[in-house]
T-cell receptor
């Protein structure tokens, strides 16, 4: 079965420094991968998605992620953190080799941004 | 404005009681989903529906039931068989259930047990 593992439950960075949120997936095929963000008291929002086109995917708010098949990774990065980036981030996979057509979410990484 | 409406925002359940969470969308989406969110566990899929009058179990369907009689509505019933119902419930929809479909989420319902 396809799954995603978010390697850090909490990440803390200083404002203006780079952000790295790590995600590894397990899949026998090439899955579709996503990053969603959940701000406090707000709904979930799609940041970016990978669907077998370019391996470097650019999303909203300056985030990007690189699909690395050899490492089965899809890490989320941003060059410079902003206070408004503080939120919970979910790495998500849509499996393609099963009959199930629904997303599987990772356990989440809470990003704190220190002033 | 188009979107997904979940109600109520907060819900309390007594022991042995069934409760129903409402989810309505006016996006004309075919697919709808119910997720449960617990602290530190991310979102887990309860049920999903790709089309009216059809739905499939997700990873944690036991103790829950759904119906999809109308395209815009996908209510979730938390039955008395669900022994640990306290959680944040999120409803979502997508245009279809295909590759790369973006999910649109409602604002959620917090269910607690009295």
């Amino acid at each position: 079965a396809q799954s995603v593992t978010q390697l850090d439950s909490h990440v803390s960075v200083s404002e203006g420094t780079p952000v790295l949120l790590r995600c590894n997936y397990s899949s026998s095929y090439s899955p579709s991968l996503f990053w969603y963000v959940q701000h406090p008291n707000k709904g979930l929002q799609l940041l970016l998605k990978y669907t077998s086109a370019a391996t470097l995917v650019k999303g909203i708010n300056g985030f990007e992620a690189e699909f690395k098949k050899s490492e089965t990774s899809f890490h989320l990065t941003k060059p410079s953190a902003h206070m408004s980036d503080a939120a919970e981030y979910f790495c998500v996979v849509l499996p393609e080799d099963t009959g199930r057509r629904a997303l599987t979410f990772g356990s989440g990484t809470r990003l704190q941004v220190q002033p | 404005d188009g979107g997904i409406t979940q109600s109520p925002k907060y819900l309390f359940r007594k022991e042995g009681q069934n409760v129903t969470l409402s989810c309505e969308q006016n996006l004309n989406h075919d697919a709808m989903y119910w997720y449960r969110q617990d602290p530190g566990q991310g979102l887990r899929l309860i049920y999903y529906s790709q089309i009216v009058n059809d739905f499939q179990k997700g990873d944690i369907a036991e103790g829950y039931s759904v119906s999809r009689e109308k395209k815009e509505s996908f209510p979730l019933t938390v039955t008395s068989a669900q022994k640990n119902p306290t959680a944040f419930y999120l409803c979502a929809s997508s245009i279809g259930a295909g590759v790369g479909e973006k999910l649109y989420f409602g604002s959620g319902t917090q269910l607690s047990v009295l």
